[in-house]
C-alpha cells in the first residue's frame, strides 16, 4: 500500500451507533488531519495531530473523537451523530504541519440515518 | 463567512484551448496558495503552489497566477486535455496556520 489510505470507504450508521472511521500512511509524515466535506461546501478542516500530539481542535462536536495511537495511524470514532454530520470525511498526512502540501486519503463517506 | 471562493462551479473546454480556473480570498494576510484536483471515488492530489512573494508559477502544462491587489489567483491549464476532466480546489493559508479551501470548480475537457 502507498499514501493514504482509509476504511471504510462507505459507511451508514444510524444515530444511536458507535462506529470508527481508520486512516493510514505509508509516506513517512508526522502530521495528520481529519476533514469534512459537506455537499456544496469547501472541506472543513477538524482535527491535527503533528507526532500523535492533537495541535488542533476545530471546535468539533464531542461526538467526534480523534486518535492518533502513532504517527502512521489516524481514528475518528463517532457517536450519537446527527443526519447533518453526513459527509465525506477525508484524512490527510504531511512532512509536518509547517509543509503545505497534504496527501489526501480517498475519504470515507458517511451516511446517518 | 468564506475566505476562499471559487465561483464558477463548473467549466467546459474543449481539447487543445486553455482552462482558466479562479479563485477568491478574502484574507488579505493569506501568503501561501494551493491547487488540488480530485477525481471521483479518490481524495484530492496536490497540483502546484505558490507563495505571495510570486505572481506566476509554472509546472508544465499548469500555471498560477497571483493578483495580490485583487486577492485574486488563477490556475491556467494549456493544453487542456481530457483526462485533465476533474473537480479542481483552490486552498490558501496564513503560513504555519490551517488552509482554507474553496468548494471547487469541475472542470470537463471535451475531445
Known amino acids: 500500500e502507498t499514501g493514504v489510505t482509509q476504511t471504510p470507504r462507505h459507511l451508514v450508521m444510524g444515530m444511536t451507533n458507535k462506529k470508527s472511521l481508520k486512516c493510514e500512511q505509508h509516506l513517512g509524515h508526522n502530521a495528520m488531519y481529519w476533514y469534512k466535506q459537506s455537499a456544496k461546501k469547501p472541506l472543513e478542516l477538524m482535527f491535527v495531530y503533528s507526532l500523535e500530539e492533537r495541535v488542533e481542535n476545530n471546535s468539533v462536536p464531542s461526538r467526534f473523537s480523534p486518535e492518533c495511537p502513532n504517527s502512521s495511524h489516524l481514528f475518528l470514532h463517532l457517536h450519537t451523530l446527527q443526519p447533518e454530520d453526513s459527509a465525506l470525511y477525508l484524512c490527510?498526512?504531511?512532512?509536518?504541519?509547517?509543509?503545505?502540501?497534504?496527501?489526501f486519503g480517498p475519504g470515507t463517506r458517511l451516511t446517518v440515518t | 463567512d468564506q475566505q476562499v471562493k471559487q465561483n464558477s462551479p463548473s467549466l467546459s473546454v474543449q481539447e487543445g484551448r486553455i482552462s482558466i480556473l479562479n479563485c477568491d480570498y478574502t484574507?488579505?494576510?493569506?501568503?501561501?496558495f494551493l491547487w488540488y484536483k480530485k477525481y471521483p471515488a479518490e481524495g484530492p492530489t496536490f497540483l502546484i503552489s505558490i507563495s505571495s512573494i510570486k505572481d506566476k508559477n509554472e509546472d508544465g502544462r499548469f500555471t498560477v497566477f497571483l493578483n495580490k491587489s485583487a486577492k485574486h489567483l488563477s490556475l491556467h491549464i494549456v493544453p487542456s486535455q481530457p483526462g485533465d476532466s476533474a473537480v479542481y480546489f483552490c486552498a490558501a493559508s496564513v503560513t504555519g496556520n490551517q488552509f482554507y479551501f474553496g468548494t471547487g470548480t469541475s472542470l470537463t475537457v471535451i475531445p
Open positions: 484574507n488579505s494576510m493569506f501568503d501561501y
Open positions: 490527510a498526512s504531511s512532512q509536518d504541519v509547517q509543509r503545505y502540501e497534504q496527501y
